[in-house]
């Protein structure tokens, strides 16, 4: 395996070839034999163990954090944690009212107070513009309106600035009852 690994909760083993091949190489990480799970740098050491031949080198094993689900919870939360419940998708620790898997899709920290969405009434409509991160893998997104509670009705979604981090809109377009209307955004893993 090379320098430059993702999270995914799996140790993160480096490998070295030799010349002549096969000799017995020792790799350490940060002074330990242990490879590393978490997301970080760390320094790797890797010396030859053979009578007859010597040779050395170094180098930095770098975890990226992984962009999923698995990743974004052992990232935010620890096993304690999580045994307790508190990663649930549909935990919510910091009390803000956005739930694990909510705050995950919206890119936010789950430990500190997110505040809510405003909705904006114009011409043009009722909507609800958020940002989010990119592509991000296992969650999919959707906005709904309703003027009663009871039933809903699936709402566009416009990416207004594209990007790493999207600037997105919901926008109800107030066709039906325009003085009584709700706008929500729905999370689900799939």
Known sequence: MGLAQTYDGSQKIVTATTTPAEKTVLITYDGSST?????????????????NYQGATSGTLVISPGNDWISWRDQHFTVADQTAGLAAETADPDSDSWLNLAE????????????????????????ITFTRPANLPGVSYAAESSDDLGTWTPVPLEV??????????????????????????????P
């Open 35 to 51: 490879a590393p799970t978490a997301a970080g740098s760390y320094a790797i050491a890797a010396n030859i163990s053979d009578l």
């Open 104 to 127: 995950y899709a919206l890119g936010t920290d789950p430990h500190q107070f997110t505040p809510p969405l405003v909705a904006t009434r114009d011409a043009n409509g009722l909507s």
């Open 160 to 189: 207004l600035v594209p990007g790493a981090i999207e600037t997105v809109r919901a926008r109800d377009p107030l066709t039906e009852n325009p003085l009584l209307r709700f706008l929500r955004l729905r999370f689900e893993r």
